[in-house]
T-cell receptor
Framework: DGGITQSPKYLFRKEGQNVTLSCEQN?????MYWYRQDPGQGLRLIYY???????QKGDIAEGYSVSREKKESFPLTVTSAQKNPTAFYLC???????????FGDGTRLSIL | KNEVEQSPQNLTAQEGEFITINCSYS?????LHWLQQHPGGGIVSLFM???GKKKHGRLIATINIQEKHSSLHITASHPRDSAVYIC?????????FGAGTILRVKS
């Protein structure tokens, strides 16, 4: 079955460490997105990519980095510069920007 | 003020009741999405609409472009409908999300 796989489901980070969240899709979608969800708030866009080897900052890109070397993969790195990284992170993909987005099951990141 | 406002924030219903969740937005959009987030966190897209009304099973979504308002209706609600329902509007390359409505349907 086609879908989006995020791993790991739960992730713990020590202060000062970088961590990378994985997102893989086998839907042959061109566009991929990373969102952050905090309690009581709507999802906020971190980064998005409309095509391989190209990505754009979203509304809250500071402290995060991404790469899009392959169509099916869009990993997100949470760097030590992100001062409040504890959140639920969701990855999504879409055929193009005008199509509905398909979401992964998310990764919950916590600081030890 | 958020660009996308949902009401109510929390909703508890008895099984079988008709449910309405509202979404208002303040900017011009090209489409509006209704999404469902399950307790485990996964999100499913329910509807994408730019005008009129769409129906899928017991779910109905409507949009009024002039009034910048959309509603999601659930007929004959069931405990398995318990979830967070999220409204999102498309602006250019991005979706802007509401904070969600937490729905609990009791048997």
């Amino acid at each position: 079955d086609g879908g989006i796989t995020q791993s790991p489901k739960y992730l713990f980070r020590k202060e000062g460490q970088n961590v990378t969240l994985s997102c893989e899709q086998n839907l042959n979608h061109d566009a991929m997105y990373w969102y952050r969800q905090d309690p009581g708030q709507g999802l906020r866009l971190i980064y998005y990519s409309q095509i391989v080897n190209d990505f754009q900052k979203g509304d809250i890109a500071e402290g995060y980095s991404v790469s899009r070397e392959k169509k099916e993969s869009f990993p997100l790195t949470v760097t030590s510069a992100q001062k409040n990284p504890t959140a639920f992170y969701l990855c999504a993909s879409a055929q193009d920007r005008n199509q509905p987005q398909h979401f992964g099951d998310g990764t919950r990141l916590s600081i030890l | 003020k958020n660009e996308v406002e949902q009401s109510p924030q929390n909703l508890t219903a008895q099984e079988g009741e008709f449910i309405t969740i509202n979404c208002s937005y303040s900017v011009g959009i090209s489409a509006l999405h209704w999404l469902q987030q399950h307790p485990g966190g996964g999100i499913v897209s329910l509807f994408m609409l730019s005008s009129g009304k769409k129906k899928h099973g017991r779910l109905i979504a409507t949009i009024n472009i002039q009034e910048k308002h959309s509603s999601l209706h659930i007929t004959a609600s069931h405990p398995r409908d318990s979830a967070v329902y999220i409204c999102a509007v498309r602006r250019g390359n991005k979706l802007v999300f509401g904070a969600g409505t937490i729905l609990r349907v009791k048997s």
